[in-house]
Structure formats: C-alpha cells, structure tokens
C-alpha cells in the first residue's frame, strides 16, 4: 500500500513529506489515494500528521470540504 501511494504521489517528496509519510497509517494512505488533486492530497497528508488525524477524522474532513 506504501509503494502505491508514493507512485500515486508524483509531485517530488521532500525529506519533511518523506518524514510525515512516515508518521501516518496504512489506512490514512489509503485515504489519500482516493484524493485525485495533488495540492489537496499534499494537504492533507501534512494535516493528518500534524495534528495525528484518524482515519474517520480525515474521511470526515475530505467529504466536509468536497460539498464546500
């Protein structure tokens, strides 16, 4: 699941985005790879892990800002 979503990721990781790809779950990524925007996906991969999301927190969050 890790390998599919770092190919699915293809803007360029950096070590800080390497580091917080580090501190999420497999479940998050799988959350993630459903995000077909680059720049929302980068998003909320950096908010997950800062603020230490769970999983509902984040599918909740994603469908939240979808209907704004």
């Not at 293809?10 to 959350?31: D, G």
């Not at 929302?40 to 991969?45: T, V």
């Not at 950096?46 to 599918?59: D, I, N, P, T």
């Amino acid at each position: 699941i890790i390998r599919e979503a770092y190919k699915k990721m293809p803007f360029k990781l950096s070590w800080t985005h390497y580091q917080i790809l580090m501190r999420i779950e497999r479940s998050h990524y799988r959350v993630l790879m459903r995000i077909n925007d680059e720049q929302a996906r980068r998003f909320y991969m950096e908010e997950c892990a800062k603020a230490a999301w769970s999983v509902r927190q984040l599918e909740h969050l994603k469908e939240f800002h979808k209907k704004e």
